[in-house]
């Protein structure tokens, strides 16, 4: 499997992580989990649980970008070096979104849709010739 193809991988996971963090407060209702989620006061759920649903978010065009600039045929590096960029933004995005520092937050959102849009334009332009 190539790193990129590993990176997928791992966008389609993290979202998972964040979710485990938000449903960890008190008296967790396995029941009802959206409207448990929904009820939480506790701030530390509420992040976890919005950095999940960005997460989820952001995997389909990362997802399209990587599969896109493979397929018009991008320097693997290129491709290989922005899709591990994009995971650790990502995974910084999280941690940022969880302890509340917003500013720190939307930067690394910024640069994780850089690097999505920076796929994908090589990848037009790789196919325009």
């Not at 409207?35 to 006061?41: E, V």
């Not at 070096?81 to 959102?109: E, K």
Request: charged share 10%; glycine share 6%; hydrophobic share 60%.
């Amino acid at each position: 499997m190539s790193i990129a193809y590993g990176c997928i991988l791992v966008a389609a996971l993290l979202p998972y992580i964040w979710v485990v963090i938000a449903k960890r407060g008190p008296g967790f209702d396995n029941h009802d989990p959206r409207a448990w989620l929904a009820r939480q006061d506790n701030p530390r759920s509420r992040r976890a649980n919005a950095a999940q649903l960005n997460a989820f978010e952001a995997f389909a065009p990362f997802a399209a970008a990587v599969l896109m600039a493979q397929a018009a045929g991008v320097d693997p590096t290129q491709v290989t070096l922005l899709s591990l960029a994009f995971i650790a933004l990502r995974v910084l995005h999280g941690i940022f979104y969880i302890a509340d520092l917003h500013l720190l937050r939307s930067l690394v959102w910024t640069a994780g849709l850089a690097c999505v849009l920076w796929l994908m334009v090589s990848a037009a332009l790789r196919v325009a010739g």
